[in-house]
């Protein structure tokens, strides 16, 4: 069971640069999110989907964009860099349907480091 | 004030205390409840979903009080293996898409 997929597991950037995290899941989860995890500040949410198509904001959408063409895949796209993006991020998923509709599964988490 | 907000500790305890969290949500109309236990370096994996009842999985129980708008999570007879991060969880929204709001965590190690 591969679950949650993120790659890469690390990165570093230069400020400005632009880059795509990946993510996939092979559970046929219907939503699926990105959180980012700072020191005190807990999981938050950056942008999520509710199905192929439907992207919505988050918490601290502000330097990221999303899209959802397939229901498995879901990138997060960093436009330009900033240091205060450095943080570990991860993408998750939940069925969105049926009994365990709000169990979340996340990815392993990729650490990002803007210098 | 945070929405979910949880002591961060550290709690150190020695292997087989009984050690409680709690956990209190400002939200009411936050609907379900979960912890979510996190390893360092490690993605969040759920603990357990809490239920309006109270519900018990082994060595850990949790228990939800709506009035209050706290969940506490209790783990008994602890483990070196319990040293973790828990996450307290609140789920609100509709029929539509549900947000969750995590807690910031309470760091537990358990020593020999």
């Known amino acids: 069971n591969a679950g949650v997929t993120q790659t890469p597991k690390f990165q570093v950037l230069k400020t400005g640069q632009s880059m795509t995290l990946q993510c996939a899941q092979d559970m046929n989860h219907e939503y699926m999110s990105w959180y980012r995890q700072d020191p005190g500040m807990g999981l938050r949410l950056i942008h999520y989907?509710?199905?192929?198509?439907?992207?919505d904001q988050g918490e601290v959408p502000n330097g990221y964009n999303v899209s959802r063409s397939t229901t498995e895949d879901f990138p997060l796209r960093l436009l330009s860099a900033a240091p205060s993006q450095t943080s570990v991020y991860f993408c998750a998923s939940r069925p969105g349907q049926g009994r365990a509709k709000n169990i979340q599964y996340f990815g392993a988490g990729t650490r990002l480091s803007v210098l | 004030r945070k929405e979910v907000e949880q002591d961060p500790g550290p709690f150190n305890v020695p292997e087989g205390a009984t050690v409680a969290f709690n956990c209190t949500y400002s939200n009411s109309a936050s609907q379900s409840f979960f912890w979510y236990r996190q390893d360092c370096r490690k993605e969040p994996k759920l603990l357990m979903s809490?239920?309006?009842s109270g519900n018990e999985d082994g060595r850990f129980t949790a228990q939800l009080n709506r009035a209050s708008q706290y969940i506490s999570l209790l783990i008994r007879d602890s483990k070196l293996s319990d040293s973790a991060t828990y996450l307290c969880v609140a789920l609100t929204g509709g029929t539509s898409y549900g947000k969750l709001t995590f807690g910031q965590g309470t760091i537990l190690t358990v020593h020999p």
């Open positions: 809490v239920y309006s």
């Open positions: 989907s509710v199905g192929a198509g439907i992207t």
